[in-house]
């Protein structure tokens, strides 16, 4: 968002610390996806990315289905207005209230992770008399290169070894009442090569070609995964979309020639919403510390962690601009936030104008795992609130005392 004159607007009206989420940015990734996918695939939004109901619910009317990965998130999607059968719901630590609940509410596409959760699924059929469909989510026998955050191929927490499949069919069909309808595969996250995400693709479709062969068994659905990155840091390159798609069209249509038609499911969170969001703070003090310059905010890492570098080995900074009408004299400055630990610092060295009381900072590509991925608790500041902008317009969709009771915000657009 470059609209400096709209963000001091927000700041005066709403003060800081602020989320502001572009609708329009939203739309555009979303059609750089969904509009050249191959008919055979469904674009799905993971809520962990950005769960903001008013968000969801945008993206949702933009012909997107949902992915939501605990109860919260499918309360959260069913207040949005979409039906239980449009979601994919998974995720390995499922409680056995969450998978009746979820079974209960007719889930579209209910991801089985472990031979755990297959006996819930079995016990539900057998006290319910239903018939139910799952999908089995593989953890697949090979690893990939070239993901900032692997989900499968390795030792996780994630999903069934390709080497236990026997077990979780034979247990599936051992009451004929359970159905195995589809597989799910997801190889890893944050990937800006998109031969890479081609790669993932071709290796989840030759699983789930080898499995129907296997056990006689016709899918319905394949979950493909995803991972699409978006660049962050300097020397990073922007993922190739087109070359993407491409790619994943040629290999989606292939498998349909050999083993007929059979819906795809791709999904998506960073990709869609992460350029979209900026995070805008308020410059409380500033001083010097032995030589060091320190900007402290009123916002931090308890509201955006990833700015921190929480998870990364290597701390970097995110994309940083100060929001100074006059030239100032340029200086490396250390972005501090409220907290009292050394580690809460949303920029390191970042050379910018010096800073003073009252001036505002933005960080950019905050759309996506900000809020929804911090210690929100940590000292008790006040949660920020969060703004949706559209063009000239926006509205406050989310209050500081409105976390735990999302409430769908109706905007007015063309």
């Not at 890479?196 to 290796?203: C, F, H, L, P, R």
């Amino acid at each position: 968002m470059d609209n400096n004159m709209l963000i001091r607007e927000l700041v005066s009206k709403y003060d800081t610390p602020l989320f502001v989420y572009d609708l329009t940015v939203v739309h555009e990734r979303i059609r750089d996806l969904a509009s050249h996918l191959h008919a055979a695939i469904q674009l799905f939004y993971s809520l962990k990315a950005n769960p903001n109901a008013t968000l969801v619910h945008e993206i949702h009317k933009s012909g997107v289905q949902l992915e939501v990965c605990s109860p919260y998130e499918y309360r959260t999607a069913i207040r949005c207005g979409v039906k239980p059968g449009e979601m994919m719901y998974l995720g390995p630590g499922k409680r056995t209230e969450d998978i009746v609940e979820a079974l209960d509410g007719g889930v579209g596409y209910f991801i089985v992770e472990s031979l755990d959760e297959l006996d819930v699924v079995n016990e539900w059929s057998a006290a319910t008399g239903k018939q139910v469909g799952i999908g089995l989510r593989v953890n697949p026998s090979q690893t990939i290169q070239g993901s900032k955050l692997k989900m499968g191929g390795i030792s996780r927490q994630f999903g069934i070894d390709e080497d236990v499949l026997d077990k979780a069919v034979e247990r599936a069909q051992c009451t004929g009442r359970v159905h195995i309808y589809g597989l799910h595969v997801y190889y890893g996250t944050r990937i800006l090569d998109a031969d890479v995400i081609i790669s993932n693709t071709e290796s989840v479709l030759d699983i789930a070609g080898r499995f129907m062969r296997k056990y006689g068994i016709r899918l319905q659905y394949l979950g493909i995964g995803g991972g699409m990155g978006v660049p962050y840091f300097a020397a990073e390159q922007k993922l190739d979309s087109r070359k993407l798609v491409a790619g994943i069209n040629e290999r989606v249509s292939r498998f349909i020639a050999s083993f007929g038609p059979i819906k795809f499911m791709m999904e998506s969170g960073r990709f869609l919403v992460a350029e979209a969001g900026d995070y805008i703070a308020k410059v409380v003090s500033t001083k010097t510390s032995k030589g060091t310059h320190y900007v402290i905010l009123d916002g931090g890492t308890h509201h955006f962690a990833a700015g921190g570098g929480t998870g990364s080995l290597l701390k970097k900074n995110f994309p940083i601009d100060a929001l100074v009408d006059e030239r100032r004299e340029m200086a490396p400055q250390m972005l501090a936030g409220p907290l009292c630990t050394p580690e809460d610092l949303l920029g390191r060295q970042v050379e910018m104008p010096l800073l003073q009381k009252g001036d505002l900072v933005r960080i950019r590509r905050t759309g996506a795992y900000g809020l929804t991925a911090s210690p929100v608790l940590f000292l008790s500041h006040r949660l920020p609130r969060e703004i949706l902008v559209w063009g000239d317009q926006y509205r406050l969709v989310r209050d500081h005392d409105e976390y735990l009771f999302p409430q769908v915000k109706p905007i007015h657009r063309p």
